[in-house]
């Protein structure tokens, strides 16, 4: 069952008030539980119902009289609308006046915090007060605010049923009498029975009492019992006209309405005029549903009402649920019926569940579940594939790139340190280093101070020294050593490509050259890792390789791993294989994919030691530092402008920058601890595996809304499903492996927001 809540209003009345309301609320994952209040009196709430339903018969019998359907253009002789309209609103202001005193808003307050806007609950006002009985409960603002409850009835004696029989014919049974149509037309009631799908009706067309007492006696049993015709309440006993001559009360038929129930009637409806005499009596039967009229009810009213909530019932919605929207619907013809749709109401025994139609058929709830699963979840696979082509669309022309990649930057600054490439040694170039070279040129490093430290170098036989300064001209004359040490093969250094590029130096052979532009990102961040390029015919910088791969290639050849290119053009070092970006790929959906890129996998924590020139210069390092190792040389003044922003700077405020001899060295780094250290490149899936990626927390998405029936129950697995998701990326990024993070974000938002926040529901209606 569902969430039920009982309101008690037997101690007390209108006039004196209700000094012990008691509600009971019953949850199906909990013990129930109960609440005491008090209501004061409302005497005015007496006197406005009484009047508005003097009104109201008024209008009624007047059209009645005149034969007439639609009101007088000229309107009534005796009754004023307006006057009608008036005394409905100030009822509705008086009840909620009433109902939200303050000796009764800790009720209020008890059940806002059990129950969620977009949940599904019965409320039951159990009273056997007869003005109580009649009151338009629905207008409580509580009960419009949580749009999936409806507002019963019940009395004050009640308990579960024991059936006898149960269904087994897979179809509603239903009894239909239809009485004495006089005035009225009964047959647009029948037309609506006999489209019912999954149910078997018997008519009775103003029968004999016997002939209705035999049908209820019937063996088979009835789920539902039916009545179209003239009826009336009279003080506590209604009566029910089923043939021109012949009347009957609840009481007339006591037995074989006892009987039928006990054979498994669950639902009386009594489709016709002041029914809530009616309702008493069968409800001391213990049946377990009523639907009555509360006054008398114009034929067409009747007719909407049946029509719309057998429909919604048959196909799936909740009983309830079913009465409320049949209900509201009367809206639509209050122009030409004043208060139609205050006339629908629900009576019910407590103690037993609400049926739905597959439950009349005979299905228990175990029996419909696997289809019904089945459809919803198809409406799940369904709506995700929609989803993901939407994300998958928009992401296509680049406009999600600008989330996409600060989000990749995010990751990795949460990378736990790695420790510092062991191969690498970097000399930097400091302020005070340029100004203690006193050269008359304006350079970060003279040929002196080059040559000094290359022959300080000399001793250790590093692999290969690597200078990231730009040398567009000869070695002094006065340092002859200094040309002879960059004639030597484990030097390299760099030009710059390009039209405005930079000459290399002219002792420094073509073989040993590397490029040292970088390829930066809209946002000015350094990701890509650039390791081939044409060269333009008017750039003076000839060399195809970059700087990186020149020093990486030249220190691997020297521990007997060479690079080749393989039959798809790719470099390979050892067994790795250097694939390149692809414009689209990834978060990259618009960028420039010049020569050969790859993604750059920054070394989380410092990458190599480092010293400055004015160290070396002194001698102030150990003897084996540089011994076999990469050296690289450049300078961290920030007088030279080179100076990049990488993934980290973005956790810095203001954001901090990074010497650009640091980027070759992480550069140099990867390619070496890739084919050394197995350190994994970073690559991203293929466009159909990004696809079922985004597609799969669609899905998961979709499984949240279907299963989750509250909003902290919903809210609570949404930020699971954001911390799987994230966890999930970030784990797959430490393997190498950058899976979107942003689209399928976008997919469950936007996912959870058309079928959740939009239409307050965590269900779908199939």
Same mark, same amino acid.
């Given at each position: 069952m569902?969430?039920l ?9 209108l ?5 012990s309301v ?12 109960q609440?005491?209040a ?7 709430v ?8 003097l009104i ?6 007047q059209r009645?009289?005149r034969?007439l ?7 009534l002789?005796?009754v004023?609308?307006v006057?009608?309209?008036e005394?409905q609103q ?5 009840i ?5 005193s ?6 209020d ?6 129950l ?9 006002f ?5 003005r109580?009985r009649?009151?338009p409960?629905h207008?409580?603002?509580f009960?419009?605010e ?8 019940s009395?004050?004696?009640y ?15 239903i009894?239909?009498i ?17 489209q ?5 009706t ?5 029968p004999?009492?016997q002939?209705?007492?035999n ?11 039916f009545?179209?015709?003239?009826s ?14 012949s009347?009957l009360?609840?009481?007339e038929?006591?037995?074989a309405?006892?009987y ?17 005499g009616?309702?008493?009596e069968?409800?001391?039967l213990?049946?377990p ?10 034929d ?10 057998l ?14 929207y049949a209900?509201?619907?009367l809206?639509?013809?209050e122009?030409?019926?004043?208060g ?11 103690a ?6 597959q ?6 709830h175990?029996i419909?579940?696997l289809?019904?699963v089945?459809?919803?979840l198809q ?8 989803m993901?082509?939407l ?9 999600m790139?600008q ?9 990795m600054?949460m ?7 062991p191969?690498?040694?970097?000399i ?6 340029i ?12 040929d ?6 290359l022959q300080?170098l000399?001793p250790?036989?590093?692999?290969v ?8 001209f000869?070695?002094d ?19 710059k ?12 052979p073509k073989?040993?050259l ?7 990102d809209d946002?000015?961040i350094?990701?890509?890792h ?7 015919n ?9 700087f990186?791969?020149q020093?990486?290639?030249q220190?691997?050849?020297?521990q007997?791993?060479p ?12 067994n790795?294989?250097?694939?390149p970006?692809k414009?689209p790929t990834g978060?990259?959906q ?12 920054y070394?989380s924590?410092?990458i190599?030691?480092q ?6 210069l002194q ?12 050296v690289?040389i ?9 100076y990049?922003l ?8 203001p954001?901090?920058e990074?010497?650009?001899i &640091?980027?070759?060295?992480?550069? @140099?780094?990867? =390619? /070496?601890? %890739? ?6 490149? +970073?690559?991203?899936l293929?466009v ?15 499984i949240v ?6 909003? &902290?129950?919903?809210?609570?697995f @949404?930020a699971? =499903? /954001?911390? %799987?998701?994230?966890?999930c990326?970030?784990v +797959?990024?430490?393997?190498?492996a950058?899976v979107p993070f942003?689209?399928?974000?976008l ?10 926040g ?9």
């Amino acid at each position: 069952m569902n969430k039920l809540v009982v309101i008690e209003l037997e101690k007390g009345n209108l006039n004196d008030g209700f000094p012990s309301v008691i509600v009971k609320f019953w949850d199906q994952n909990s013990r129930p539980m109960q609440f005491h209040a008090s209501l004061p009196p409302a005497p005015e709430v007496a006197e406005l119902y009484k009047r508005f339903q003097l009104i109201y018969q008024a209008i009624y019998h007047q059209r009645i009289s005149r034969s007439l359907i639609e009101v007088d253009a000229e309107g009534l002789n005796n009754v004023s609308e307006v006057e009608f309209s008036e005394v409905q609103q100030e009822l509705d202001q008086a009840i909620n006046s009433w109902l939200n005193s303050n000796s009764f808003r800790p009720i209020d307050q008890q059940l806002r915090a059990r129950l969620a806007l977009d949940e599904e609950f019965q409320i039951i006002f159990e009273t056997s007060d007869r003005r109580l009985r009649c009151l338009p409960w629905h207008l409580w603002h509580f009960i419009e605010e949580y749009r999936f409850c409806e507002v019963g009835l019940s009395y004050p004696r009640y308990e579960p049923v024991k059936p006898s029989s149960n269904n087994t014919t897979d179809k509603v049974r239903i009894l239909a009498i239809l009485g004495s149509s006089d005035g009225i037309n009964i047959q647009e009631d029948k037309i609506v029975l006999e489209q019912l799908p999954n149910s078997s009706t018997s008519f009775l067309v103003e029968p004999s009492r016997q002939e209705l007492d035999n049908q209820l006696w019937e063996k088979r049993g009835w789920d539902i019992l039916f009545f179209a015709g003239h009826s009336h309440s009279q003080t506590e006993h209604g009566q029910i006209q089923i043939n021109q001559n012949s009347s009957l009360t609840i009481t007339e038929l006591r037995n074989a309405l006892k009987y039928a129930i006990k054979r498994g009637l669950k639902l009386a409806i009594f489709n016709s005029c002041d029914g809530l005499g009616l309702a008493q009596e069968l409800a001391d039967l213990q049946i377990p549903q009523i639907i009555v009229m509360r006054h008398d009810v114009p034929d067409l009213v009747a007719q909407e009402f049946l029509k719309h909530f057998l429909k919604a019932f048959a196909e799936g919605e909740s009983f309830y649920l079913a009465v409320r929207y049949a209900r509201e619907r009367l809206q639509g013809l209050e122009e030409r019926f004043p208060g139609a749709s205050w006339l629908p109401v629900i009576c019910q025994n407590p103690a037993e569940d609400t049926p739905t139609w597959q439950t009349l058929r005979g299905h228990t709830h175990s029996i419909p579940v696997l289809p019904l699963v089945t459809q919803k979840l198809q409406t799940v696979l369904l709506l995700s594939v929609v989803m993901t082509c939407l994300v998958m669309g928009v992401r296509s022309l680049g406009w999600m790139q600008q989330w996409e990649l600060p989000a990749f930057d995010w990751m990795m600054r949460m990378r736990p340190a790695e420790e510092m490439d062991p191969r690498i040694v970097v000399i930097t170039i400091t302020e005070a280093d340029i100004r203690a070279q006193n050269q008359k040129q304006k350079r970060s490093l003279s040929d002196q101070a080059l040559d000094q430290v290359l022959q300080k170098l000399a001793p250790s036989k590093p692999r290969v020294i690597g200078l990231d300064i730009y040398r567009d001209f000869p070695a002094d004359s006065q340092y002859p050593n200094l040309a002879v040490s960059l004639k030597k093969n484990n030097f390299i250094t760099i030009c710059k490509a390009g039209v405005d590029g930079n000459s290399p130096p002219p002792e420094v052979p073509k073989e040993r050259l590397g490029f040292s532009d970088v390829v930066r990102d809209d946002d000015l961040i350094v990701r890509r890792h650039l390791l081939d390029m044409n060269p333009s015919n008017e750039s003076s910088c000839r060399t195809r390789r970059s700087f990186s791969l020149q020093i990486a290639s030249q220190y691997l050849e020297k521990q007997g791993i060479p690079s080749k290119i393989t039959a798809d053009k790719y470099y390979q070092l050892g067994n790795v294989v250097f694939k390149p970006l692809k414009n689209p790929t990834g978060s990259y959906q618009k960028f420039d994919d010049l020569g050969h890129q790859i993604l750059l996998n920054y070394r989380s924590g410092g990458i190599a030691e480092q010293i400055t020139l004015g160290q070396v210069l002194q001698g102030k390092f150990k003897p084996d530092l540089f011994k076999d190792k990469v050296v690289m040389i450049g300078t961290d003044a920030l007088s030279t402008r080179d100076y990049l922003l990488t993934p980290y700077s973005q956790g810095t405020t203001p954001h901090k920058e990074v010497p650009g001899i &640091l980027i070759q060295t992480e550069m @140099v780094s990867q =390619i /070496l601890s %890739a084919v050394l250290d197995k350190r994994p490149l +970073l690559w991203f899936l293929p466009v159909w595996g990004e696809a079922i990626w985004i597609w799969s927390w669609s899905v998961i998405a979709g499984i949240v809304v279907l299963y989750c029936s509250q909003r &902290l129950q919903f809210a609570l697995f @949404v930020a699971a =499903i /954001l911390l %799987a998701l994230s966890g999930c990326c970030f784990v +797959l990024l430490l393997s190498g492996a950058c899976v979107p993070f942003i689209p399928p974000l976008l997919a469950c938002l936007s996912y959870w927001v058309m079928t959740y926040g939009l239409t307050g529901k965590t269900k779908y209606d199939v």
